[in-house]
């Protein structure tokens, strides 16, 4: 059913999936889906479409945040009700290299079962899509992490990670873009830059962009 109403808060049925409008304020809205790739289909054709009332969409992990010029958001809420679920990146892709040598390689296989070598064979094998950005600049939140490698967050976050430490929690893979606390589990680093204030864009990741990591 196509987002016609007048009220940005409302419920559509896609297919088998469901959007949820809220309002975000008079010139945003959030549509909230069930799924990351319901997010990164619906995200990435409302950027396609380059609608011009449409002033910035900020996609996050179950959320799509639109910033409108305040008119008639039907046509951005259709849009947003009948896109695809995508799985994969559509974007540019950006090749990491990493050294395999993180304080949690061995408890990763430890945990998984898998051994160091395989830990690393999956983690290089997989094609990676930015789903979103966020946490800090530069930060982004990667899908595609083989289920074998999913394993929770650190119990107790450390105090400091380094900037350019690969890492994996949850379904997420990442790189951190600068010093921070963080409880990811750390596989390995990388030389790459992932956030510069010179450059233009200072993030090296974009949602849609695909990643491929490869050993050093």
Known sequence: MPATSSNPSCELDVGDAKVRFLPYGPRAFLAEFD??????????????????????VVPGARTVLVVHDGGDTSTIRDLLATSSPLAAGVGPEIV??????????????????????????????ASYTVAFCGFMHGFGYLVGLPPELQVPRRSTPR????AGSVAIAGEWAGVYPSASPGGWRLLGHTDV????????????????????????
């Open 35 to 56: 799924s990351i790739e319901a997010v990164m289909g619906a995200s990435t054709e409302l950027r396609r479409a380059d609608l011009p009332s449409v002033r910035e």
């Open 96 to 125: 990491v290299p990493v050294r395999y040598d993180g304080l949690d390689l061995e408890e990763v296989a430890t945990l998984t079962g898998l051994g160091v070598e395989r830990v690393i064979e999956l983690h290089v094998g």
């Open 159 to 162: 105090p400091r990670i380094d």
């Open 193 to 216: 830059v992932m956030w510069d204030e010179r450059r233009d864009p200072p993030g090296l990741l974009e949602p849609g962009m695909r990643v491929r990591f490869v050993p050093t």
